[in-house]
């Protein structure tokens, strides 16, 4: 299985980083975080799940979530799944 993590982007500027596996990030979480064009996404692949993972956390930490005072909708610091969410095919 192949890993990676995705940046969604606007203008060139991210807002929103995760983690995923396969179309993991054309499927979206019932979240208000809308899916970009190809264009403004960028998918950076990973030797493996755990590799995928910490970089998740390191990029979020890096663009920081627009609650602390970064460019980021992430509601979570990144890592191993959200409790509670479902994903829309």
Do not use: H
Not at 55 to 78: A, P, S, W
């Amino acid at each position: 299985m192949e890993y990676y993590v995705y940046i969604f982007s606007k203008n060139g500027v991210p807002y929103y980083v995760g983690k995923g596996c396969g179309n993991r990030y054309r499927c979206r979480c019932a979240t208000d975080v809308p899916t970009p064009s190809a264009d403004n996404t960028q998918v950076l692949l990973m030797p493996n799940e755990q590799s995928a993972l910490d970089t998740e956390v390191q990029l979020i930490k890096f663009f920081g979530r627009t609650i602390d005072g970064g460019t980021l909708m992430n509601k979570v610091l990144g890592g191993r799944g959200v409790a509670g969410c479902t994903w829309n095919d």
